[in-house]
């Protein structure tokens, strides 16, 4: 790994495999999205937490009790790795589920009263993240970031048909 690189050249040297010779910027979100994913992991695990399960706990933090269903929109994940995080989650105490008072064939979740008290661990560990993954950049700098990303995202987005 080279410590400095110069304004524009990957960090990582490891050799890029030919078929990914033509989409050098896909390359790069790819290699950076499993840093960024494991650099997270790595401080939520911590916390007792698995990469993936901060999402599961925002979303529930932010909206209470929600259909195990309608959670697996919002994080967007598949329902069998939902369901696992959930399970581990609720082996943990983080989260209850419970039959759905208004149709008892769905599922209910929530968090429990446990669980807040990684609201504030989970929210540093994020700011610690945010932290990481600027350092170096300008306020101008992550503006124009942020403004790019968003564009990156909305282009995928229509392609995926994922926009929420």
């Given at each position: 790994?080279?410590?400095?690189?110069k304004?524009?050249?990957?960090?990582?040297?490891?050799?890029?495999?030919?078929?990914?010779?033509?989409?050098?910027?896909?390359?790069a979100?790819?290699?950076?999205?499993?840093?960024?994913?494991?650099?997270?992991?790595?401080?939520?695990?911590?916390?007792?937490?698995?990469?993936?399960?901060?999402?599961?706990?925002?979303?529930?933090?932010?909206?209470?009790?929600?259909?195990?269903?309608?959670?697996?929109?919002?994080?967007?994940?598949?329902?069998?790795?939902?369901?696992?995080?959930?399970?581990?989650?609720?082996?943990?105490?983080?989260?209850?589920?419970?039959?759905d008072?208004?149709?008892?064939?769905?599922?209910?979740?929530?968090?429990?009263?446990?669980?807040?008290?990684?609201?504030?661990?989970?929210?540093?560990?994020?700011?610690?993240?945010?932290?990481?993954?600027?350092?170096?950049?300008?306020?101008?700098?992550?503006?124009?970031?942020?403004?790019?990303?968003?564009?990156?995202?909305?282009?995928?987005?229509?392609?995926?048909?994922?926009?929420?």
């Amino acid at each position: 790994m080279e410590s400095t690189p110069k304004d524009g050249e990957p960090v990582c040297t490891a050799p890029v495999p030919a078929a990914a010779l033509s989409g050098p910027v896909s390359l790069a979100l790819a290699r950076v999205a499993r840093l960024h994913r494991a650099a997270a992991g790595r401080r939520l695990r911590g916390l007792g937490l698995y990469p993936g399960q901060e999402f599961v706990m925002m979303h529930l933090w932010d909206k209470g009790p929600v259909r195990q269903s309608e959670l697996i929109k919002a994080v967007e994940l598949d329902p069998s790795t939902v369901t696992k995080m959930l399970q581990r989650l609720e082996q943990a105490g983080h989260v209850r589920r419970s039959p759905d008072p208004d149709d008892r064939r769905a599922v209910r979740v929530e968090a429990t009263e446990q669980s807040c008290g990684l609201l504030k661990d989970v929210g540093d560990a994020w700011c610690a993240l945010e932290e990481q993954t600027l350092a170096g950049l300008s306020e101008a700098e992550q503006t124009e970031f942020v403004r790019l990303l968003a564009r990156v995202e909305g282009n995928l987005c229509t392609e995926t048909g994922a926009c929420s």
